[in-house]
């Protein structure tokens, strides 16, 4: 099985269920890094999880709404949320347009719930 490591923020309400929903343990050998927890395995990347989650799939690293877009893709369609996953962001372009909103959500959720960004 290829390795997916996954780096998100364990305390956003929408990251955690997002990558809990996805269906990607038949194919790949997923390791879920909550970037709170272990902030060290998040800051070898050099990227902003202010910004985004980051996939490393075999090495090739996706963040953002890319990571989301490759994630949606590479998920199993073997449930409902799993197929509108995939059907939502089945084009990066929309997945681009859409991902500030998901930020924004982000950002609204962490602040109603006290918690501060990375």
Not at 51 to 74: P, Q, Y
Request: aromatic residues 10%; glycine residues 8%; charged residues 25%.
């Amino acid at each position: 099985m290829r390795p997916l490591r996954i780096v998100y923020d364990g305390d956003c309400p929408f990251c955690s269920r997002y990558v809990r929903l996805l269906r990607l343990r038949e194919n790949f050998d997923v390791k879920l890094i909550d970037a709170r927890a272990h902030p060290e395995d998040a800051q070898g990347y050099g990227l902003n999880l202010n910004e985004g989650m980051i996939a490393d799939i075999d090495g090739e690293v996706h963040h953002g709404s890319d990571a989301v877009w490759m994630l949606s893709m590479l998920s199993s369609r073997s449930d409902a949320m799993n197929r509108m996953f995939a059907g939502l962001f089945s084009s990066r372009a929309v997945t681009r347009i859409l991902y500030p909103f998901m930020r924004l959500g982000r950002r609204v959720a962490l602040f109603s719930l006290g918690r501060r960004p990375f």
